[in-house]
């Protein structure tokens, strides 16, 4: 497939993996900030082939794992109400609200489907007048724009069944939270390529510039995050803290203007509460008090019910990239992608799911197993 | 998060005044939503994510930069021989 | 100001991935299942019981059908069940000889549509070799099912000698593939709402007895250790059964497992691993290294087996996990998943 194949190539990767070697001096801290960047490192073992000097923290990139539990509740009370079609992205289904999931509300009888695109949803509204039809709207700064469409083309069309209940975070603020912290040991960033398609990068040049922290803007294949390494390595060394670029096949330093054009017409910066975080001023996007009828929380009336919570997880620790899943003690143990503790054991995008799908504790190489003469000529 | 991937655009048209396009992904083809991209025509590649295409993939930049990347192997190959 | 998220943890409802073949059906055989019934044939947990009965072994089998929609491209929910109870029997080795199909009907079900059914069933029985010999009708009221499901039971008899089982794979034994994985599941998800996309991809659905014969003819008896279809829950669920049942380890290697082009696109573009996907016309055998090109060469000569490949060995390390070279030579571990794969869009 083109534009995946040849970022996955052994031998480039291979190369860069050398660079970063022949570079680093000395210990660095990075983040990689989006949860699918996380999943290509877990998945391909990129730190495996990092050297030593090189020490890879996951961040909170992950809009699943932090979406507010109360949200989760709202959504969870919504989706059981009759008559009530509930459309969600798939990954929402399991995350944990207080006290049950979607796939629970599915199991007892509500009418809760997956779909790949927020605009099926849209679909189901037109095809099902007598029913209210709900998107459940997650994301970061990429993600918003395509949720954003099917509330604006609602209100063209004048449908009256449908409504978004929406939850976006957005990634420079939490950047900043992060980087405001005085046990924060991160020096340097990947900052998320899809978000800053959508964004570009003019809000980490800013973060740089104040905190003196290098960013290289990175896509989602092996050899990108590999580059995306060595281009911070290359900054870190040379005492520079500047923003550059890698996925400049797909990012701009402006972005996408014509997604953000719909995406501010229907949504305005707010405060955001970030589950494992706690809230963060201006952190989300909310819906425009002229779409009020689209949005499902001012249109569905949910109490909502906010839980003690127990100390054993980790996951703030783990969100903010202070200690990694397998520091804590419940990981493997009595939080496991079955029963998870918390949401970054729920989502294959949290640290704990990723690192406990493609990791675990201790590990044995097995590179020296050979199937046949033929696969080891292959080779 | 943000799962997208590139795919090339194999058509386009206007279906209630959004543009709507199918993308072929090594294979497989979907509808995607392509109003985020209005100068990607059928031919090109674009980026998508659930089902809107949030960038066009500027090939040039792509060339240039894997033609170093792969260059850099290569040499990386001679300095590193026996 | 930095919270924790909470825990959940109940789970006092049959859910939907309880069906899934992965870990949480694995949970429901423990716990209520196996404790229920607990006897030796059964706690084997092979995809067949093998019981000794006047003086013959014979293989038995049974699965239910719940498929949606009941139309795919490649075969049906008939096809499917005829094809998946003949390849629960001979991958324990048994050959085939009759069938049972039990209907569960929903008031209002398109007499068409049932007949489409019972024709396609009884077509590839007939083409597999295998009669349907009995069966049993029931209707339930409106609402109550999917419109149609099937309960097909097998019975076969073990070849003499041969003992196939999950828990005989030996450190150096290879796994070795019939060919491409993930069409099944693919095929049918292109079709699922919300999700549509548009793909030549069939379903592999298709019968094996004849490819595993083949396979047996080419080995000594115990040169092939176990045989499975993967099935729900992919060639990932498999391989860790027989990982667990056999307290071994299995490695894989990435470049070796041969996927189509266009469920590696579907995957991408869903955020789905074709490792966990279904498959309904493929076997995976473990074989002594010393037989391994032997059964590779009887597939490859068999028309369903023309792609097969070893596609990794088994290990005396990591015993009970299964661990995959990646295309990049680093090591990551196949997981068994928890229910059924979701679409995601991190």
């Given at each position: 497939m083109r534009y995946i194949d040849e970022y996955r190539d052994a031998k480039v990767a291979e190369s860069l993996t050398r660079r970063i070697a022949s570079r680093a001096t000395r210990p660095w801290v990075l983040m990689e900030i989006c949860g699918g960047q996380t999943h290509t490192i877990m998945?391909?073992?990129?730190?495996?082939?990092?050297?030593?000097?090189?020490?890879?923290?996951?961040?909170?990139?992950?809009?699943?794992?932090?979406?507010?539990?109360?949200?989760?509740?709202?959504a969870i009370a919504i989706a059981g109400m009759p008559g009530v079609i509930f459309v969600s992205y798939g990954d929402m289904l399991r995350v944990p609200g207080s006290r049950s999931d979607l796939f629970e509300v599915k199991a007892s009888g509500g009418d809760v489907r997956v779909a790949y695109s927020p605009m099926e949803a849209l679909k189901i509204a037109r095809a099902n007048p007598g029913r209210k039809v709900v998107f459940f709207g997650v994301g970061f700064e990429t993600t918003a724009p395509a949720n954003a469409m099917p509330v604006w083309q609602a209100r063209r069309e004048g449908l009256t069944n449908f409504s978004l209940l929406a939850s976006h975070v957005l990634v420079?603020?939490?950047?900043?939270?992060?980087?405001?912290?005085?046990?924060?040991?991160?020096?340097?960033?990947?900052?998320?390529?899809?978000?800053?398609?959508?964004?570009?990068?003019?809000?980490y040049e800013e973060l740089a510039a104040e905190f003196h922290v290098p960013f290289v803007?990175?896509?989602?294949?092996?050899?990108?995050?590999?580059?995306?390494?060595?281009?911070?390595?290359?900054?870190?060394?040379?005492?520079?803290?500047?923003?550059?670029?890698?996925?400049?096949?797909?990012?701009?330093?402006?972005?996408?203007?014509a997604a953000r054009r719909i995406m501010f017409e229907v949504f305005e910066p707010g405060d955001r509460k970030w589950r494992g975080i706690g809230p963060i001023p201006m952190s989300g996007y909310r819906i425009r008090e002229e779409f009020a009828q689209f949005d499902a929380e001012r249109v569905f009336d949910v109490a909502t019910v906010t839980a003690e919570e127990p100390p054993e997880c980790i996951a703030a620790a783990v969100l903010q990239g202070l200690k990694k899943p397998h520091d804590c003690p419940a990981f493997g143990e009595s939080c496991t992608p079955e029963r998870p503790l918390g949401a970054p054991m729920v989502s294959s995008e949290g640290a704990c799911?990723?690192?406990?799908?493609?990791?675990?504790?201790?590990?044995?190489?097995?590179?020296d197993v050979h199937l046949s003469p033929a696969d080891q000529q292959a080779r | 998060m943000c799962l997208a991937i590139p795919g090339q655009i194999v058509d386009a048209e206007e279906i209630d005044g959004n543009r709507v396009g199918r993308v072929r992904f090594g294979g497989i083809t979907r509808q995607a939503f392509l109003d985020f991209v209005p100068e990607a025509q059928p031919g090109d590649y674009v980026i998508v994510h659930v089902g809107f295409a949030i960038s066009k993939v500027d090939e040039e930049e792509a060339r240039q930069t894997y033609a170093y990347l792969a260059q850099a192997g290569l040499l990386d190959e001679e300095e590193f021989a026996p | 100001?930095?919270?924790?998220?909470?825990?959940?943890?109940?789970?006092?409802?049959?859910?939907?991935?309880?069906?899934?073949?992965?870990?949480?059906?694995?949970?429901?055989?423990?716990?209520?299942?196996?404790?229920?019934?607990?006897?030796?044939?059964?706690?084997?947990?092979?995809?067949?019981?093998?019981?000794?009965?006047?003086?013959?072994?014979?293989?038995?089998?049974?699965?239910?059908?719940?498929?949606?929609?009941?139309?795919?491209?490649?075969?049906?929910?008939?096809?499917?069940?005829?094809?998946?109870?003949?390849?629960?029997?001979?991958?324990?080795?048994?050959?085939?000889?009759?069938?049972?199909?039990?209907?569960?009907?929903e008031e209002g079900l398109p007499m068409e549509t049932l007949r489409a059914v019972a024709q396609s069933m009884g077509a590839a029985a007939q083409r597999a070799g295998i009669p349907i010999v009995t069966g049993d009708t029931k209707v339930v009221d409106k609402g109550s099912g999917d419109g149609l499901f099937i309960n097909t039971t097998g019975i076969?008899?073990?070849?003499?000698?041969?003992?196939?089982?999950?828990?005989?794979?030996?450190?150096?034994?290879?796994?070795?593939?019939?060919?491409?994985?993930?069409?099944?599941?693919?095929?049918?998800?292109?079709?699922?709402?919300?999700?549509?996309?548009?793909?030549?991809?069939?379903?592999?659905?298709?019968?094996?007895?004849?490819?595993?014969?083949?396979?047996?003819?080419?080995?000594?008896?115990?040169?092939?250790r176990c045989m499975r279809d993967p099935t729900r829950g992919g060639l990932s669920s498999t391989l860790n059964e027989i990982a667990?049942?056999?307290?071994?380890?299995?490695?894989?290697?990435?470049?070796?497992?041969?996927?189509?082009?266009?469920?590696?696109?579907?995957?991408?573009?869903?955020?789905?691993?074709?490792?966990?996907?279904?498959?309904?016309?493929?076997?995976?055998?473990i074989v002594d290294l010393a037989f391994a090109e032997a059964v590779l060469a009887a597939m490859r000569a068999h028309p369903l087996g023309a792609e097969a490949r070893i596609v990794g060995a088994v290990t005396d390390r990591n015993p009970g996990l299964v661990t995959m070279r990646t295309a990049l030579g680093t090591t990551r571990i196949v997981d068994m998943l928890a229910g059924d794969q979701l679409p995601r869009i991190c």
């Open positions: 998945r391909y073992g990129l730190d495996e082939l990092l050297p030593p000097e090189v020490e890879l923290v996951h961040g909170p990139g992950c809009p699943v794992c932090v979406t507010p539990i109360e949200v989760i509740d709202k420079p603020p939490a950047i900043r939270l992060l980087l405001q912290q005085p046990a924060n040991r991160v020096q340097g960033f990947i900052a998320p390529g899809h978000v800053c398609t959508v964004m570009g990068y003019r809000e803007v990175g896509g989602f294949e092996p050899v990108d995050l590999l580059e995306a390494i060595a281009m911070l390595v290359e900054q870190l060394e040379e005492g520079r803290a500047e923003t550059e670029n890698q996925y400049s096949r797909s990012v701009t330093r402006e972005g996408n203007a799911a990723a690192y406990y799908r493609y990791r675990r504790n201790p590990l044995v190489k097995v590179s | - | 100001m930095f919270i924790c998220p909470l825990p959940i943890n109940r789970r006092d409802k049959v859910l939907l991935g309880h069906g899934s073949g992965g870990k949480l059906s694995a949970e429901l055989l423990r716990d209520v299942f196996l404790p229920a019934f607990s006897n030796p044939a059964l706690c084997r947990m092979d995809d067949q019981a093998i019981v000794e009965a006047a003086g013959a072994r014979l293989a038995f089998t049974t699965d239910s059908y719940v498929v949606k929609p009941l139309f795919f491209p490649g075969g049906d929910i008939g096809s499917l069940a005829v094809h998946g109870t003949i390849n629960d029997l001979a991958v324990g080795g048994a050959d085939p000889v009759c069938l049972s199909a039990a209907f569960i009907l076969g008899i073990v070849r003499p000698g041969i003992s196939l089982s999950a828990n005989q794979a030996r450190p150096g034994d290879r796994v070795l593939l019939s060919g491409y994985i993930g069409d099944h599941g693919i095929a049918i998800l292109a079709q699922r709402e919300g999700l549509e996309f548009e793909t030549r991809i069939q379903s592999d659905s298709a019968p094996l007895h004849g490819l595993i014969g083949a396979m047996l003819a080419a080995s000594p008896v115990g040169g092939i667990g049942q056999s307290g071994v380890g299995i490695a894989l290697q990435e470049s070796s497992i041969p996927i189509r082009e266009e469920v590696r696109g579907a995957c991408e573009m869903l955020g789905l691993d074709p490792l966990y996907v279904a498959n309904e016309g493929k076997v995976v055998a």
